[in-house]
């Protein structure tokens, strides 16, 4: 398998070798999103290998099995903690994110409420829940809860205005639409459940609750797509260099994905030229673009050196034909803020500005939470 996958590169000059592998290190760190300009400027995958092989750094190739889920742990670790139910706070151009509004009687009495919920006395919490809000109006805490008594009180419609006050007060907590969602879905207004939950993907985008709830209710007719991207491969240092790491059972596409990884572990100066900082430890869309764009490239040489011979046999794919798909409608950009930089930054879709988190929804309706067939 080794040889054959290598045999696709052979034109781009790349040597081998083999040892252990070791984890991937980052530090805390903010997100970032690729320039335009930035993106016009992507290493074609020629130009990855020729950079890597004109370069002084040592760089190796490894082929090694990977995990279930691919080495997205090791390429996207977390760095940043999410703020609970956060607020958008714009000033201008900024955007940072804050604390819900809190109110201590209010939390008392929801504390209070807490008990009969959980044994199901949904008219006594409710009561509880109705002064919350009335202590507290803009709490949308008190506002969730007090919905939620509602609607496993078997009253969608109440609790569907109870949520859509919560989404007013706070349009940024995922929440107040998920809810929302929730309690359409409940009431069959399909189409509007659907747009509901869009808005709480946008803002939460590994959001496991709605996972879970569609799984458990076929009914709503709704189900959300596995994840494009399942990496097979990544880049690690070593005593000597840098190694790109692959899983050859899937092909050539994450062969040229570790090399391009490589590249960016190993050359701080190329990282400098695309994104105008030289460190390692800040996520950015430019590097996961050039690499997804490398992922295609390598997977496009296979398909057409498979035509040529027969005898090349690696697992399938359906990830990589998805995002050939998602590039050629020019949304890649879309994909890596929706699957990747969330799981560096929970939150990293909140700060994103109006156009930006409209285009992020016209993907989500698009390629992630579709109708079930």
Same mark, same amino acid.
């Given at each position: ?122 008219? @006594? $919490?409710?009561?509880? *829940?109705? +002064? #919350?809000? /009335?202590?507290? &109006? ?6 969730? !809860?007090? =919905? ?9 419609? @109440? $609790?569907?205005?109870? *949520?859509? +006050? #919560?989404? /007013?007060?706070? &349009? ?6 998920? !809810?929302? =969602? ?9 189409? @509007? $459940? ?5 808005? #709480?993907?946008?803002?939460? &985008? ?168």
């Amino acid at each position: 398998m080794h040889r054959i996958l290598l045999s696709l590169f052979l034109s781009l000059t790349l040597g081998c070798a083999s040892t252990t592998a070791s984890t991937r290190s980052a530090a805390p760190s903010q997100t970032a999103q690729a320039a335009p300009g930035e993106l016009e400027r992507l290493l074609s995958l020629k130009e990855i290998f020729e950079r890597m092989e004109a370069s002084s750094v040592k760089y190796e190739l490894r082929e090694k099995d990977s995990p279930p889920g691919g080495w997205a742990d090791a390429l996207w670790p977390q760095r940043v903690e999410p703020v609970p139910y956060a607020r958008v706070v714009r000033e201008g151009s900024t955007a940072t994110l804050a604390p819900p509004h809190y109110d201590p009687e209010s939390e008392r009495l929801l504390a209070e409420a807490e008990p009969h919920y959980q044994a199901d006395r949904f008219d @006594e $919490a409710a009561k509880l *829940y109705a +002064r #919350a809000t /009335e202590v507290c &109006p803009r709490c949308v805490n008190a506002w969730i !809860f007090r =919905g939620d008594a509602a609607l496993f009180s078997d009253k969608p419609e @109440e $609790a569907l205005g109870y *949520y859509h +006050r #919560a989404a /007013e007060l706070n &349009p940024d907590d995922y929440r107040g639409h998920f !809810f929302q =969602g929730h309690a359409l879905a409940r009431l069959g207004r399909r189409a @509007e $459940a659907r747009e509901a939950f869009a808005s #709480a993907l946008v803002l939460n &985008p590994r959001l496991p609750t709605l996972r879970k709830l569609l799984e458990a209710n076929p009914g709503f007719g709704l189900v959300i797509t596995p994840d494009v991207v399942v990496p097979r491969g990544f880049a690690e240092r070593t005593e000597t260099g840098v190694a790109a790491t692959y899983d050859g059972h899937y092909g050539a596409a994450w062969l040229a994905f570790a090399a391009c990884k490589a590249l960016w572990m190993g050359e701080p100066s190329h990282r400098k030229e695309m994104t105008g900082s030289d460190s390692d430890s800040r996520f950015t869309s430019t590097e996961e673009l050039e690499c997804l764009n490398a992922a295609l490239s390598g997977h496009e040489l296979e398909k057409t050196k498979k035509k040529e011979d027969t005898t090349i046999q690696t697992i399938p794919d359906k990830g990589l034909e998805r995002l050939e798909r998602i590039a050629e409608a020019g949304m890649a950009d879309m994909l890596v803020l929706f699957e990747l930089a969330p799981r560096v930054h929970p939150q990293a879709t909140l700060t994103i500005s109006a156009d930006v988190r409209q285009r992020l929804r016209a993907y989500v309706l698009e390629y992630v939470l579709l109708e079930r067939d």
